[in-house]
């Protein structure tokens, strides 16, 4: 795992069709899949209770910053096979591995007799920061 500085500011822009040389801009898609919806009452409890702890801390954990976080559940229901999805967490990643690392949450989080990747997908697109549409 890389580490870095969550409350350093962000690397300075490269120029348009240059490689960015900063952290990864990378968007982390999560949607909740049939099984979840087909779990009863208590089981559906059960990942909901493991789901904001296993996604707490991120940046401690992983050295990564969170700029921003969205969750479609009030427009979206039923399962996300694929875009759009249920929610999103945007942040700039080290690298790669830790990307990996974060979508590995899914894989490795207990749940009941199995794995939070039953009731969850995750998917990261990575890029850089855009040029323009600043705040």
Same mark, same amino acid.
């Given at each position: 795992m890389t580490t870095t500085d969550p409350t350093a500011p962000p690397a300075p822009l490269p120029a348009a069709g240059q490689p960015s @040389? $900063?952290?990864l801009r990378t968007l982390f898609c999560? $949607? %909740?899949t049939q099984d979840f919806f087909a779990a009863d009452d208590a089981l559906r409890a059960t990942v909901n209770a493991a789901i904001p702890p296993a996604f707490d801390r991120l940046g401690e954990r992983f050295g990564l910053r969170v700029l921003g @976080? *969205?969750?479609d559940d009030q427009l979206m229901v039923g399962a996300a096979t694929a875009w759009p999805w @249920?929610?999103?967490i945007l942040a700039d990643v080290p690298d790669l591995e830790t990307a990996s690392e974060v979508c590995g949450i %899914?894989?490795? @989080?207990?749940v009941g007799d199995g794995r939070l990747w039953r009731y969850l997908r995750i998917e990261a697109r990575v890029g850089r920061p *855009?040029?323009? $549409?600043t705040a």
């Open positions: @040389t $900063g952290p999560i $949607g %909740v @976080t *969205l969750d @249920t929610s999103y %899914v894989r490795d @989080t207990p *855009l040029f323009f $549409g």
